[in-house]
Structures are given as C-alpha cells and as structure tokens.
C-alpha cells in the first residue's frame, strides 16, 4: 500500500509562484537544494514527492498546499506570502 502523505503529487502552481518571485529555476534549484531537472519536470506537471514540495515551498515562502493549488479543506488556493 502507498502512503498518500509522501506519494508524488504534481505541483500546478510552481512556476506562477516562482516567476512572482522572480526566480530563476536555476536559482531556486540552488536556494532550495532540489535538482533544477525537478524543478523543470515539476513545472510541466509531472509529480515530485511531498518532501520536494515541502523544500520549494519553504523558499518561496508559501504553505505546500498552495503550490498543488488546493487548501487543506479542498478549494483551490491563491498563494499568499508567509512571513519570514
């Protein structure tokens, strides 16, 4: 049986997030520790693990959830900034 905590899920709001913090892949590929090759798959829908999601989030400075673009109760997100 699979985990569903940790399956590959895709991430459908990375680049939107990414370019309004105008990120290179490459540079969040650094600041994050996640291979860019990922980053690039991520962007064209191809799932990554919830620990990649958790990693990318952090340095875009958003929860996890608004990056799979779906809220903890089901309805589609908007990111918003997290604090520092």
Do not use: F, Y
């Not at 680049?15 to 600041?31: F, G, H, N």
Request: proline fraction near 7%.
């Amino acid at each position: 049986m699979v985990d569903r905590a940790s399956a590959p899920r895709p991430i459908e709001r990375l680049r939107t997030v990414r370019e309004a913090r105008a990120l290179s892949q490459a540079e969040l590929a650094r600041t994050s520790k996640v291979a860019r090759a990922t980053i690039v798959s991520a962007e064209q829908g191809k799932p990554v693990h919830l620990r990649t999601i958790r990693k990318l989030a952090a340095v875009l400075r958003v929860e996890p959830q608004e990056l799979v673009g779906v809220a903890s109760n089901g309805a589609a997100t908007q990111a918003r900034e997290r604090p520092p």
